[in-house]
């Protein structure tokens, strides 16, 4: 059974940093590029990084990008997301989420929830 | 990266059918056709429903189906349960390598 699950979310002030992990079991990690998708409190989901399962491509949302950094480590099973210079509207539920070999996601975690307030 | 567009809500009564839009640009659902839509209950994480365009993962009901004109992707649920309650989200791939989600659309069945 394919397992994702995220840990590390928590109350951080603005300007401070945070590091996400996701421990994922149930299928060969290394094969498949993964995903950090978040959600605001009442509102949307936003695609956030994505990381492939070499670690050769890298990509990030505008709204993020200089400020958070994916990586992963694949003898561990392990997807990180370091968060810095953190802001309010970095308030979310973070989800690790697995890509399928093509363009969906097929498996998502249960979220760790970040909070940023002074 | 903008989100595509989707109604903020729809509904319908049960057994009628209802239609989600999700409207793009040429750089991700006209450019693509790795169009996927996600349900999701309240406190849950998003789970699959259609994948590029318009193809059901097992497990999922024939009542749900996906189509793409141009720009503009669409979910349709006919036979409306009580379950179908939750919001649902489109995502699609695009040109710079990444992602976009929707905005939401709140279904309510009446």
């Known amino acids: 059974e394919v397992q994702l699950v995220e840990s590390g979310g928590g109350l951080v002030r603005p300007g401070g940093s945070l590091r996400l992990s996701c421990a994922a079991s149930?299928?060969?990690?290394?094969?498949?590029?993964m995903h950090w998708v978040r959600q605001a409190p009442g509102k949307g989901l936003e695609w956030v990084s994505s990381?492939?399962?070499?670690?050769?491509?890298?990509y990030y949302a505008e709204s993020v990008e200089g400020r958070f950094t994916i990586s992963r480590d694949n003898a561990k099973n392990s997807l990180f997301l370091e968060m810095n210079r953190l802001r309010d509207d970095d308030t979310a539920v973070y989800y690790c989420?697995?890509?399928?070999?093509?363009?969906?996601?097929?498996?998502w975690g249960q979220g760790t929830l970040v909070t940023v307030s002074s | 990266q903008s989100a595509l567009t989707q109604p903020a809500s729809v509904s319908g009564s049960p057994g009628q059918s209802i239609t989600i839009s999700c409207t793009g640009t040429?750089?991700?659902?006209?450019?693509?056709?790795?169009v996927s839509w996600y349900q999701q209950h309240p406190g849950k994480a998003p789970t699959l429903m259609i994948y590029?365009?318009?193809n059901r993962p097992s497990g999922v009901s024939h009542r749900f189906s996906g189509s793409k004109s141009g720009n503009t992707a669409s979910l349709t649920i006919s036979g409306l349960q009580a379950e179908d309650e939750a919001d649902y989200y489109c995502?699609?791939?695009?040109?710079?390598?990444?992602?976009?989600f929707g905005g939401g659309t709140k279904l309510t069945v009446l």
């Open positions: 995502s699609s791939y695009t040109s710079s390598s990444t992602w976009v």
């Open positions: 989420v697995r890509q399928t070999f093509i363009y969906y996601f097929d498996y």
């Open positions: 990381i492939d399962s070499s670690t050769s491509y890298i």
């Open positions: 590029d365009v318009s």
């Open positions: 040429s750089s991700d659902v006209g450019g693509y056709d790795y």
């Open positions: 149930g299928f060969t990690f290394n094969s498949y590029s």
